[in-house]
């Protein structure tokens, strides 16, 4: 989410968008990887339900670290 728009329920809106279309073909299981110094977006994940896993997701483009994977149970 860009700058100028982050805090008015962009990133919410984007999220909930994919759980909803997750849902819909039948996907059980949310994943997503993030980089590990991203607060705000892992803060944005959490509240939807994801939690860190522990695993390691690809490599960034540093070509150094990895970004952190988080899942979501979907009923």
């Not at 994943?31 to 960034?60: K, P």
């Amino acid at each position: 989410v860009a700058p100028s728009a982050r805090g008015r329920g962009v990133g919410d809106a984007l999220v909930s968008e994919v759980e909803r279309w997750a849902r819909s073909v039948g996907a059980r299981t949310l994943r997503l990887d993030v980089a590990e110094d991203n607060a705000q977006a892992i803060g944005l994940y959490r509240r939807h339900g994801l939690a860190c896993t522990g695993e390691q997701g690809d490599l960034m483009a540093d070509g150094v670290r990895h970004e952190t994977v988080m899942k979501k149970r979907l009923r």
